[in-house]
C-alpha cells in the first residue's frame, strides 16, 4: 500500500514570497491533516478535511495560509506571503475516518530567509 | 495549561531499562489517544493506540486514567533504537473533531 505522498521535501524562499505544498493521501483515506512542526515542538494541527470539507481549522493562520482539498483526495496548502517564523515541517497526514490511526508523509522542510 | 502536556526529557537511560513517559490532557471529554514515535528528522508514526483497559505490546505498555486524565507509557527493557521522541495525541471531539500532539519527550537508551 502506497504511503503519503508530499511535495517538495524542501523549499527555500525569501520572506513575502509564497509558496505551495501539495500532499496525496492514502487511496481511500476520508480525512486529511496538515500539520506545522517547529523544531523542538510537537506537530500543530493547522486544518482537518474530511473528504473536501473542513473539520477543524481554528489553528490556520487565515491571513496568510489558505488549503483545498477539491474533489477530497489531494490537497494543497499554500503560504502568502511567507514571514520569518514560518520556517518549519510541513506534514501531511491521512486517515480512514477522524479519530483513527493517522498515517504522515515525509514532510516538507520550508525554509524562510 | 496546555491541552496537552508531557514529561519534559530528555531521559537518558542505560539499555536494559525501565522507562515510563507521562501525558497529562485537559479536555475531559477527549476521546481517543495514541502515542506517536518520531526519529529524528523523520515524520511521527504509530506506536499504539491507548485503551481505557490498558494495552500492552511487546516491551510497550499503554495505559489510561480517565479520572486523573493522564496516559502513561512504560519501556521495558530498553533497546538502544528505542532512542526517539515520544508524542502523546489526544483526540477532542467538542463542537468538532480536533487533534492536538504533546511536545514529545526525548529518550536517549545508551550502551
Known amino acids: 500500500e502506497a504511503g503519503v505522498a508530499q511535495s517538495p521535501r524542501y523549499k527555500i524562499i525569501e520572506k513575502r514570497q509564497s509558496v505551495a505544498f501539495w500532499c496525496n493521501p492514502i487511496s481511500g483515506h476520508a480525512t486529511l491533516y496538515w500539520y506545522q512542526q517547529i523544531l523542538g515542538q510537537g506537530p500543530k494541527l493547522l486544518i482537518q478535511?474530511?473528504?473536501?470539507?473542513?473539520?477543524?481549522d481554528s489553528q490556520l493562520p487565515k491571513d496568510r495560509f489558505s488549503a483545498e482539498r477539491l474533489k477530497g483526495v489531494d490537497s494543497t496548502l499554500k503560504i502568502q506571503p511567507a514571514k520569518l517564523e514560518d520556517s518549519a515541517v510541513y506534514l501531511c497526514?491521512?486517515?480512514?475516518?477522524?479519530?483513527?490511526?493517522?498515517?504522515f508523509g515525509p514532510g516538507t522542510r520550508l525554509l524562510v530567509l | 495549561r496546555k491541552e496537552v502536556e508531557q514529561d519534559p526529557g530528555p531521559f537518558n537511560v542505560p539499555e536494559g531499562a525501565t522507562v515510563a513517559f507521562n501525558c497529562t490532557y485537559s479536555?475531559?471529554?477527549?476521546?481517543?489517544f495514541f502515542w506517536y514515535r518520531q526519529d529524528c528528522r523523520k515524520e511521527p508514526k504509530l506506536l499504539m493506540s491507548?485503551?481505557?483497559s490498558g494495552n500492552e505490546d511487546g516491551r510497550f505498555t499503554a495505559q489510561l486514567n480517565r479520572a486523573s486524565q493522564y496516559i502513561s507509557l512504560l519501556i521495558r527493557d530498553s533497546k538502544l533504537s528505542d532512542s526517539a521522541t515520544y508524542l502523546c495525541v489526544v483526540n477532542e471531539a467538542t463542537g468538532g473533531f480536533k487533534t492536538i500532539f504533546g511536545a514529545g519527550t526525548r529518550l536517549f537508551v545508551k550502551a
Open positions: 491507548v485503551y481505557s
Open positions: 479536555n475531559s471529554a477527549s476521546q481517543s
Open positions: 478535511f474530511q473528504n473536501n470539507g473542513v473539520v477543524d
Open positions: 497526514a491521512s486517515s480512514w475516518d477522524r479519530q483513527e490511526t493517522q498515517y
